[in-house]
């Protein structure tokens, strides 16, 4: 956790509703409740319109609440990795106390009302989204292991079972297949991450692969996941979520993707330095529209199973 100088940083002038939002991560917050949205529209039980957009919003703001706790509980590493050092509270126009009420305030609003919203379901996998997020990655795996995004990959996966629990009232095989396909894509994604931003992990200390392992064991484990997801993603379309246009999508993704991780595995630490690593940042991009394509697609077979024309 930060030391007493970050707690006692100077704010350079009175916070402003955009440094709030900032501090909920509002691009992460864009995937949450498009997987969260997913997983309730694809769900075979209807949801009531209002129910459902209060919903997706209770999933928005508390996806956004662990956000501010992790900034609240990460400035200090913030403040040196050169990716972060422009968040709220190290730029100092947050205080790390603000930003924990913030978050703590949040974190019981999003799942009381979800709950009241929709059912107790939900509202408690919403809370234990949060716990994870912030207690078991942030506070715990994220500074201790490198498997840190491995484990707590879990945590961003849950969105598409809140969504599917919102309509259904439980958990089933589907949800769980959406969960694993954000579960297995996490790793890859943020090691092409790490691979091209290693100093600012090894600056800030934090046990990501390629600082523990180094690159060419980080490269090893891209490709390895990256085959395990595509098995897994492909093997998603022969289910009641998939369908001829989830089927098509995912080959043709993950055979980029496939294509993607090889070209990482062959690359040395000179090819890489010498493009300013092309191929990992390249990569690193189609993972940001993997994921939206494939659930992308689970929503469009699910709009076409309900007309009688997806699904197989």
């Given amino acids: 956790m930060s030391d007493a100088s970050l707690n006692s940083v100077s704010v350079e002038r009175e916070a402003s509703f955009g440094d709030f939002f900032a501090l909920l991560k509002p691009r992460v917050m864009t995937l949450v409740v498009f997987t969260a949205l997913v997983g309730l529209l694809a769900a075979p039980t209807p949801v009531h319109p209002m129910i459902a957009f209060a919903s997706i919003l209770f999933i928005a703001i508390g996806g956004g609440a662990s956000g501010a706790l992790n900034m609240w509980w990460d400035a200090d590493i913030d403040a040196v990795m050169k990716r972060t050092q422009k968040r709220p509270i190290p730029a100092g126009k947050i205080t790390e106390s603000e930003a924990l009420s913030f978050g703590v305030a949040l974190s019981g609003l999003s799942v009381i ?25 942030t506070m715990w795996l994220k500074r201790w292991t490198p498997q840190n995004i491995v484990i707590g990959g879990a945590a961003g996966a849950f969105p598409p079972m809140i969504g599917w629990a919102v309509a259904t009232g439980g958990i089933s095989i589907e949800s769980v297949l959406m969960f694993c396909l954000t579960f297995m894509w996490t790793p890859p994604h943020f090691w092409a991450l790490a691979l091209f931003m290693r100093k ?47 089927l098509l999508t995912a080959v043709v993704l993950n055979a980029l993707f496939i294509k993607g991780a090889w070209d990482i595995f062959r690359r040395d630490e000179v090819m890489s330095e010498a493009d300013d690593f092309k191929a990992e940042r390249g990569f690193f991009k189609l993972s940001l529209l993997y994921l939206f394509l494939h659930f992308g697609a689970i929503l469009i077979e699910a709009v076409l199973q309900r007309f009688g024309l997806g699904g197989w």
């Fill in 200 to 246: 600012d992990y090894d600056n800030a200390g934090v046990p990501m692969l390629t600082v523990t392992h180094g690159r060419r064991t980080t490269r090893v484990h891209i490709l390895v996941y990256t085959l395990l997801l595509a098995a897994l993603a492909i093997g998603a379309g022969f289910t009641s979520i998939g369908g001829p246009v989830y």
């Fill in 113 to 137: 009302m979800l709950g009241l919203a929709a059912n107790w379901v939900a509202g408690a996998l919403l809370g234990f989204t949060i716990f994870f997020y912030v207690v078991i990655y």
